[in-house]
């Protein structure tokens, strides 16, 4: 008797829990990007800024739904730590603050001066928060990206991503997500970096010819009555992933270009895919566009005497994408010699990239590392000053390229007759 | 805590299994060979016997008593009958004729006396082809009772019984509930004597046994085991005869009193005994060495030992091409699960793990669920429920009632619910896509259970998420896993017995390689079937060659 007692009681401790940590998906604020800042003049510094998805505004079937416009809404809180402003953001919602489907964390350009240490803690620490979520710098202030709104992507969110992932073939930005960034950082002999995100106004606005052109003619639509709002909305601003900011002991040192990125890929060998122009060599003034299609580096560490040097040994495949002269290019004298002139380009580049890397003195690629995987005990030696090694260091730079493809055509087709 | 413990008792004591350990012996004998009964007053005086006959059977509208005398006028003689279960033509022409026959050629005209009727009738008069003598009352009014007729000498003790069973049937039809796009289309009917013929004439073997028991007090109910001699096993064989001579009820209606009389743990709410109406399907079980069950008035017949995997497999796995036979399996095996697990899951990771869903899904499921008024397990449990009913409403309707509350039912009230925002769309998707895996189930028994358990488990997922359907699946894997069908246990050939018919579970082999019956039933003759005997081409040599090996080039012209 006193079995059926035991179970039945074990039965009933079960539902004693009740229905611990349950939490319905219409109480839920899911957060989708998470921005950091650092206002040093504020009494609160910390400024973390929250963009959530409101459910409300994707449009269910043909019935209910669709009410409100903005597929996200913006929180933000202020705080003496980034905790505390990230308590007080999630607190000023209606809703649940969860974070477990954030995809990206934006740290604005004074944060990441005072250092990437807290917010790499607060994302490690916080059982919500996901080591792939991608970590971008903000120049200025990371909050004011989430207020811009998608161009394609209802939600900024979704644009930021889609962003990123074009990001990758264009090699004029390397975003990475955060566990990458923390093996970067915790490595020896290596530092970490981040991708930029900016927002700029669109190119076409950036010239002032076409600005100025465009001004008037935006007023005379207007005065058209072609049914517009009354005020003339500011040339609204674009996001763009490119550059890099490049860290030195967790601290932002600086900033690479986007091209001076893709000499960066190409240093680490992780390059994929680019456009460059050379000058053709047949027709002198005229120029030819070549593509990356894939590449390869190998760095080597040489000691020799006591003089440390490295050998980078890069390989490149691409194609011709488009010419501007008559000559035929499709030979393979002519194809070696532009592959030598895209090996020059891009070796500038390259030689360009490692100059700026080492005024900050900010190894990114992580000579250092490979140094002490070649040879611990001349890594050991230099370890405590490799900064200052870093910036005196040779490096000789080899590339090869390869022109594989002429794409659809062999030769081009001269729409003159000659 | 006394009180509390005192009330437990209480309630553990009405528990059936605790009551029914302690329960009296029943004092009731099987009325078979009931000796209470021979001892019955009888008489060989036709009027008294007609009297006693009167007495028990009472004033019965269809029981016919015609007496009569013989052609010589020397014997007096009386048919019993009910009327309406004989055939009254077979009965005037070669019974009542022929003994009234006044030709004094004949042989009987002249010897009838009565203290030869009985075997001189049985033996020249009648042309009735079954004929049986009884030796009292008792056993005479048992047969009358089954349509038989009984011929009442006057002075004579025995009785003689004439086979003329004759009643109105309904036809040979369609099996309605086991239908099938190619396979024969004959199903069992309520006529007992029908449905052991369509068995013969599946399996002409000498060694098929239709062993006949009667049960049931009052409804006198026939029975019959029918098996392949050489295949059953006799344990099993000897374990169903005990099991049902055990029962002792008043009445059988259907073969569901018997299956829940002899199967091994009532209490659970999996069915352990298969059911079928097709023939070839019981055919099929009575060849692999299973016994079939099969009750007079009723189409269904019961087949043990059963597999739980059995309901996930029909007749027609075998008829199509094989590998059809295995995507079907593989495809209801995932409907299991499905009919099964869905709802729970879907409540389990919308309420406790949304971190679990791909961040789109989730958003539109959130958008599904804004401004939605229960939370999502009370939204489960009542659009179950909803559908729940409007199935059962529509099983009991006439067909032309039934599609109104199909109609009503699932397009009105869903598309306003959805409308109204009183469930989200993704639970209406959720439920509809649970109900149609249920009905993908070949075995109905099966698939209710299945959807019984859905109730607790969603309740589970409600209250704990994944962690609760996982108590809950164990919970339900534990208790499968406990069972057993006539001392097999129910998870066979998964849990138990051979990797080769384990692997039947996802996939039915080919029948050249199906050369072995399965090992788990133990059959005394395991082979099938010859070895591997696909077809294979002859080798040149032996084969008349084609034009183009010959290189005749006029082939095709002639």
Known sequence: MSKYLLLFLAAVLLLLTGCWSRIEVDKLAIVRCLAIDYLPEASEPYLVTLSVARPAAIPVGDGAGGGGSTATQVFSGTGTSLDLALNNAALSMPRHAYFTHNEVVLIGEEAAKRGLQATVDLVMRFHQLRLTNFLLLVPGIAHDVLLASGRLEAALPQEILGLLERARLSSESDPLEIYHILRQAVTEGQEAHLAVLRLAPPPEQALPEIAAEKQPAGQGAQGGGAGQGAEVAPPPEVLSVNGTAVFRDEMLAGFLAPRETRGYLLLAGRIRRGVLSVPDPLAPGKSVSLGILRGNSKITPRLEAGRLSFLVETELEGDILSQESLENLSTPEMLEKLGTAKAEALKEEMTQTLRRLQEMEADIVGFGTILRRRNPQAFQALAGRWPQVFRNLEVDIQVQAHIRRTGLLSRTVPLQPQ | ?558
Not at chain 2, 1 to 9: D, E, L, P, R
Not at chain 2, 164 to 172: D, I, K, L, P
Not at chain 2, 337 to 359: G, S
Not at chain 2, 362 to 379: K, N, Q, Y
């Open chain 2, 1 to 558: 805590m006394n009180a509390f413990s005192a009330i437990v008792k209480k309630l553990i004591k009405l528990l059936p299994a605790a009551g029914n350990a302690k329960g009296p012996e029943k004092p009731l004998q099987n009325n078979r060979n009931s000796r209470a009964e021979d001892r019955r007053p009888d008489s060989s005086d036709l009027d008294r016997r007609l009297e006693l006959v009167r007495e028990r059977l009472g004033e019965s509208g269809d029981l016919v008593t015609r007496v009569f005398t013989s052609g010589n006028g020397r014997v007096r003689l009386a048919l019993l009958y009910i009327d309406g279960m004989v055939d009254r033509k077979l009965l005037s022409d070669n019974v009542l004729r022929p003994i009234q026959d006044d030709n004094p050629l004949l042989r009987h005209y002249k010897e009838l006396r009565p203290n030869n009727a009985l075997t001189l009738i049985e033996a020249l008069v009648t042309n009735v082809s079954e004929t049986a003598t009884a030796p009292d009352l008792t056993q005479a009014l048992r047969r009358v009772l089954s349509g038989d007729t009984a011929l009442l000498v006057d002075g004579e003790e025995r009785i003689l019984i004439l086979g003329t069973r004759f009643w109105a049937m309904r036809a040979v039809t369609e099996p309605e509930t086991e239908s099938a796009v190619r396979g024969p289309r004959e199903g069992f009917t309520e006529t007992l004597r029908v449905n052991t013929s369509l068995l013969r004439r599946r399996i002409r073997h000498e060694k098929l046994r239709l062993e006949t028991m009667r049960i049931g007090r009052r409804t006198g109910t026939d029975i019959i085991l029918a098996y392949i001699a050489d295949l059953v096993n006799p344990r099993v064989l000897a374990e169903a005869r005990q099991r049902i001579a055990a029962i002792d009820t008043d009445a059988i209606l259907e073969s569901g009193y018997i299956e829940e009389f002899i199967e091994d743990s009532p209490w659970s709410v999996f069915p352990q005994i298969e059911h079928t109406e097709r023939v070839d399907k019981a055919a099929a079980a009575i060849l692999e060495g299973r016994l079939v069950i099969m009750t007079d008035n009723t189409p269904i017949a019961l087949i043990v030992p059963t597999f739980f995997f059995q309901f996930l497999q029909a007749a027609e796995d075998y008829y199509e091409r094989f590998f059809i036979g295995i995507a079907l399996r593989m495809l209801r095996l995932f409907v299991m699960n499905v009919a099964l697990i869905l709802p729970a899951a879907y409540v389990a990771v919308i309420t406790f793990h949304q971190e679990m869903l791909p961040t789109p899904l989730l958003l539109s499921i959130a958008a599904a669920r804004e401004g939605v008024p229960v939370p999502a397990v009370a939204e489960a449990l009542l659009m179950e429920a909803t559908f729940e009913v409007l199935r059962e409403a529509g099983v009991r309707l006439p067909k032309t009632v039934g599609q109104a509350v199909s109609i009503v039912g699932g397009l009105v009230v869903g598309d306003a619910a959805i409308r109204a925002g009183l469930v989200s769309p993704s639970m209406v998707i959720i439920v509809a896509t649970t109900a149609i895996s249920t009905f993908a189930i070949p075995a109905f028994s099966a698939s209710i259970s299945l959807r019984l358990l859905r109730f607790p488990l969603i309740f589970l997922a409600g209250m704990m998420g994944l962690y609760g359907v996982i108590i809950g699946l164990l919970a339900i894997l534990i208790h499968l896993a406990s069972l057993q069908s006539f001392g097999v246990p129910y998870l066979t050939p998964l849990a138990h017995g051979t990797a080769r018919d384990a692997l039947k579970t996802f996939a039915r082999p080919p029948w050249s390689l199906a050369t072995w019956r399965p090992k788990v039933l133990d059959t005394p003759d395991r082979r099938r079937q010859a070895g591997n005997m696909r077809y294979r081409p002859k080798p040149p040599e032996e084969r008349e060659l084609t034009h183009e090996e010959t290189g005749d080039k006029d082939a095709g012209k002639r």
